[in-house]
């Protein structure tokens, strides 16, 4: 069984910054991707960042420049590192892991959410 841990959201103001961290823990064969997606009240959940297991990232365009992605595999935590935050990036922050327990089974699992509020 495996599990996805994220810690790191709050409430900060406008141009400040917050490290959103996400562990992955239990039988772990593999780690694919790894990744950071969004949902703001009303509105559907969107891609933020993700990063492959060589350490390749995307970006949605809203946040190019501001949000840095990374992995420790080592450790099995994708980190998102957000500076310049804006009101609009006040959302709940899924992490998003695909991950294979074994050789021969894959999952695709979500972390549990968390907030991250930017006052203006």
């Known amino acids: 069984q495996v599990q996805l841990v994220e810690s790191g959201g709050g409430s900060v103001q406008a141009g400040g910054s917050l490290r959103l961290s996400c562990a992955a823990s239990?039988?772990?064969?593999?780690?694919?991707?790894m990744g950071w997606y969004r949902q703001a009240p009303g509105k559907q959940r969107e891609l933020v960042a993700t990063?492959?297991?060589?350490?390749?990232?995307n970006y949605a365009y809203s946040v190019k420049g501001r949000f840095t992605i990374a992995r420790d595999n080592a450790k099995n935590t994708v980190y998102l590192q957000m500076n310049s935050l804006k009101p609009e990036d006040t959302a709940v922050y899924y992490c998003?892991?695909?991950?294979?327990?074994?050789?021969?089974?894959?999952?695709?699992?979500w972390g549990q959410g968390t907030l991250v509020t930017v006052s203006s």
């Open positions: 990063v492959t297991s060589g350490g390749s990232a």
């Open positions: 239990g039988s772990i064969f593999s780690i694919n991707f």
């Open positions: 998003n892991v695909g991950v294979k327990p074994s050789v021969i089974t894959y999952l695709e699992l």
